[in-house]
C-alpha cells in the first residue's frame, strides 16, 4: 500500500536539491577559494582537507549512532532536520570569509572553519538519507524516494554549477573574496530553506525498537555485513568520479578550455546525463538485479570518461562524452542507494535491529572522505605540475588537468567493480528476508 504523501516526496527533492546547492558550492570553490584568494599555500589546503576527513572518520559515525538512539514524539531523524540547516548555513558563510590577520591565523581561522563546516553538515545529512529507509513499508516507495532525493540532489549541483560563475560576477567577479562570501550567503541561505521544510513535512512509519540498541552493538551492523562492506569500499571508490570533477572543473575550464565560462556547460552535462541515468535506474532495478547494472554502468561509464583525453578534440565533443559518463554515475547513484537499502535489511534479519542511521553515516563518511581524496589529488597535482595562482597555461598543465578530469574517473569507475565480488545479495534472497521482517513486525504488534 503506498503511504508517501505528494508533499513529502516535493519536500524530500527540494530538502535535497538545497543541501546539494551548499554542498556543490563549497566542494567547488573551497580550496580555489583557500589557495588563490587566501593565497594559502596548496600544501596546507591539502593538510586541511585532510585533516577534517579523519575528524570526519569518527565524527560521522557517532552522529549515525546518536541518531539511531535518539527517542523523540517527532521521530529519530526529524530533529535534527529541523537544527541542521540553521547551522549549515551560518559555517558556510565562514569557509568564505576573509577574516584579515597573519598567514598563519590565516590558516588557522581556515581550517577551524572547514571542520566546523563539515560537522554541521554531518547532523543533517545522515538522518535526510537515513529517513528515506523508514518512510515506507513498500520497497518500490522507498526506492522512489530515494530517486527524488538523488535526483533533487543533483538538481542542486547544477543550479550551483550553472549559476555560480554568474552570481559571482555579479558580486565582483572569481577574483574577489567578498563576492564568494555573498554568493555563499545567498546559496546558503536559499539552501537553508529548502532543507528545513523536510524536517516539517517527512514522516517516519518504521518504528525503532523499543528498547535502544548500545553502540558497541550497533557498529555491528557494518562490521557483521560483507555485503555492506563490500559495497561501501564501491562507493568509496565510484564518489570519486563527480568528486574529482567538481574539485578540478574550474582549473579544467580556465587552463584547458581558456574560459571559466565552461563551468556552467560542465553543469548543464551534467544535469543532463546525471538526470536521465537516474531517471531510468528505477525501471532498469525492476527488471535486473542491482549488482549487474552498478557493474555494466561503471564499464560504460570508464569508456565515455577516457574517450576524450584519448582521441583529443575541444569542448564540445568533450562536453557531450562527459554527459554520458554523467548517465552512466547518475545509475551507479540509484543502483548503489537501493543496494544499501537492501543490506539495511540484511542487517535486521541477522541482527534483529536496522541501524539506518550508522550505514547511512558510513555513507556520508564515504563521500565526504571520496571528496577529501579528490582534493587532496588535485593538491598534489597543483605542487607536481609547479601550479601558481593566474598562471599562464603550459603543457603540463594542461595535460595534468585533463588527465584529473577524464583519465581519473575511468579509472575510479573500473576499480569500483571489484569489491563488488563479496556482495552476494540476490533479489530472491532480498524478497524472502522481507517478507521475513514484514511477518516479524506484524507477530510483534
Known amino acids: 500500500m503506498k503511504t508517501i504523501s505528494r508533499a513529502e516526496k516535493l519536500t524530500y527533492?527540494?530538502?535535497?536539491?538545497?543541501?546539494?546547492?551548499?554542498?556543490?558550492?563549497?566542494?567547488?570553490?573551497?580550496?580555489?577559494?583557500?589557495?588563490?584568494?587566501?593565497?594559502?599555500?596548496?600544501?596546507?589546503?591539502?593538510?586541511?582537507?585532510?585533516?577534517?576527513?579523519?575528524?570526519?572518520?569518527?565524527?560521522?559515525?557517532?552522529?549515525?549512532m546518536i541518531a539511531d538512539r535518539t527517542k523523540t514524539r517527532w521521530g529519530k531523524f526529524r530533529p535534527y532536520?529541523?537544527?541542521?540547516?540553521?547551522?549549515?548555513?551560518?559555517?558556510?558563510?565562514?569557509?568564505?570569509?576573509?577574516?584579515?590577520?597573519?598567514?598563519?591565523?590565516?590558516?588557522?581561522?581556515?581550517?577551524?572553519?572547514?571542520?566546523?563546516?563539515?560537522?554541521?553538515?554531518?547532523?543533517?545529512?545522515?538522518?535526510?538519507?537515513?529517513i528515506s529507509s523508514v518512510s515506507s513499508h513498500d520497497a518500490d516507495e522507498k526506492n522512489g524516494m530515494v530517486t527524488l532525493g538523488k535526483i533533487g540532489g543533483t538538481l542542486g549541483t547544477v543550479i550551483v554549477s550553472v549559476g555560480s560563475v554568474a552570481l559571482l560576477n555579479a558580486f565582483g567577479g572569481e577574483r574577489s573574496a567578498p563576492a564568494y562570501a555573498a554568493a555563499a550567503a545567498t546559496i546558503a541561505g536559499v539552501g537553508a530553506l529548502l532543507m528545513l521544510l523536510s524536517g516539517l513535512v517527512?514522516?517516519?512509519?518504521?518504528?525503532?525498537p523499543?528498547?535502544?540498541?548500545?553502540?558497541?552493538?550497533?557498529?555491528?551492523?557494518?562490521?557483521?555485513?560483507?555485503?555492506?562492506?563490500?559495497?561501501?569500499?564501491?562507493?568509496?571508490?565510484v564518489n570519486m568520479v563527480n568528486n574529482v570533477r567538481q574539485v578540478a572543473q574550474m582549473y579544467f575550464a580556465v587552463y584547458v578550455w581558456g574560459d571559466s565560462s565552461y563551468v556552467t556547460y560542465i553543469g548543464l552535462s551534467l544535469v543532463v546525463g546525471m538526470i536521465f541515468g537516474m531517471a531510468v535506474s528505477p525501471a532498469l532495478i525492476r527488471r535486473f538485479d542491482k549488482k549487474y547494472i552498478f557493474i555494466t554502468a561503471c564499464a560504460a561509464g570508464a569508456v565515455s570518461s577516457i574517450l576524450p583525453f584519448a582521441v583529443g578534440g575541444g569542448p564540445v565533443p568533450g562536453l557531450i562524452l562527459l554527459g554520458v559518463s554523467f548517465a552512466f554515475t547518475g545509475v551507479t547513484t540509484i543502483s548503489s542507494t537501493s543496494m544499501l537499502m537492501d543490506a539495511i535489511d540484511y542487517a535486521e534479519h541477522k541482527l534483529g535491529f536496522r541501524g539506518e542511521g550508522v550505514v547511512f553515516s558510513m555513507n556520508t563518511f564515504l563521500n565526504k572522505l571520496s571528496s577529501t581524496i579528490s582534493k587532496g589529488l588535485l593538491g598534489v597535482s597543483l605542487t607536481a605540475m609547479h601550479y601558481v595562482d593566474n598562471m599562464a597555461p603550459n603543457e603540463t598543465v594542461q595535460t595534468g588537468f585533463s588527465a584529473i578530469v577524464y583519465v581519473v574517473p575511468a579509472m575510479c569507475f573500473l576499480l569500483a567493480i571489484v569489491p563488488l565480488a563479496f556482495y552476494r545479495l540476490k533479489p530472491a534472497q532480498i524478497e524472502t528476508i522481507r517478507t521475513e521482517l514484514e511477518n516479524r513486525r506484524t507477530a510483534e504488534k
Not at 589557495?35 to 585532510?50: E, G, K, N, Y
Open 13 to 64: 527533492t527540494g530538502s535535497l536539491l538545497g543541501q546539494n546547492m551548499i554542498y556543490s558550492f563549497v566542494t567547488m570553490y573551497v580550496m580555489f577559494f583557500f589557495t588563490d584568494l587566501l593565497r594559502i599555500p596548496s600544501q596546507s589546503v591539502t593538510i586541511i582537507m585532510v585533516t577534517a576527513s579523519l575528524w570526519d572518520a569518527i565524527n560521522d559515525i557517532l552522529m549515525g
Open 81 to 130: 532536520l529541523l537544527a541542521g540547516p540553521f547551522v549549515i548555513a551560518v559555517t558556510t558563510v565562514l569557509c568564505f570569509w576573509n577574516f584579515g590577520g597573519s598567514a598563519a591565523g590565516t590558516v588557522a581561522v581556515a581550517a577551524v572553519c572547514y571542520v566546523l563546516w563539515g560537522m554541521s553538515y554531518t547532523v543533517y545529512d545522515i538522518p535526510i538519507w537515513a
Open 202 to 208: 517527512l514522516r517516519e512509519r518504521i518504528a525503532p
Open 210 to 237: 523499543a528498547k535502544g540498541v548500545p553502540f558497541r552493538r550497533n557498529i555491528h551492523t557494518i562490521l557483521d555485513n560483507t555485503p555492506l562492506k563490500a559495497l561501501m569500499v564501491s562507493l568509496l571508490i
